[in-house]
């Protein structure tokens, strides 16, 4: 989406991600890896917005399980591609800032797109388990009590349905 710029810590998550899948075997960056990142640090953007929304930040944490390294030990973090869920929650975060001033985006929109992956089971999708199944960073945030609802409310500078936060903790 043209118009929109990442905020510097996004843009150091981002690269941080490549680096944490090829680190753990994967060849692609998944929104685990992702959320892996912004709970990283105990007083990140994801950490802080988790508590500001009255969330554990260790229980998605915890509910994050690897699967098992593939033989990509050899891949140039740089090489690493996103995954569609990736890109979707990447997409979902920019709709978030839209609106915001200067459209930047920044480790709290990631943290609420990737908490929208976790779609509602309507239709087709309740008749049939493997349509429409959340992604297990999605699923994980979302049984921590993540919603995007929760999330949205927390970000700072939040305006309306569609939230207009910085991604930053303020002070």
């Known amino acids: ?22 680190s753990t075997g ?23 917005l988790l508590r ?18 593939a033989a990509w030990t050899d891949v140039d973090p740089a090489e690493v591609r996103f995954t569609t869920p990736a890109k979707r929650a990447l997409e979902r975060a920019m709709a978030e800032a839209r609106g915001q001033p200067g459209l930047e985006v920044g480790p709290g929109h990631l943290l609420l797109g990737i908490a929208q992956l976790a779609p509602e089971r309507r239709g087709l999708a309740r008749l049939l388990p493997w349509l429409g199944r959340p992604d297990p960073a999605a699923r994980a945030l979302v049984a921590s009590g993540a919603t995007p609802e929760r999330l949205r409310a927390a970000l700072p500078g939040a305006a309306g349905p569609r939230g207009a936060g910085t991604g930053a903790p303020t002070a």
């Open 1 to 22: 989406m043209p118009g929109f710029t990442f905020t510097e810590p996004l843009r150091a998550a981002l690269a941080e991600a490549r680096q944490t899948a090829t």
């Open 26 to 48: 994967a060849a692609w960056v998944e929104p685990r890896h992702l959320l892996a990142v912004l709970l990283r640090d105990p007083e990140g953007v994801g950490t802080e």
């Open 52 to 69: 500001a929304a009255g969330v554990d930040p260790a229980a998605p944490a915890r509910a994050l399980v690897a699967p098992p390294a």
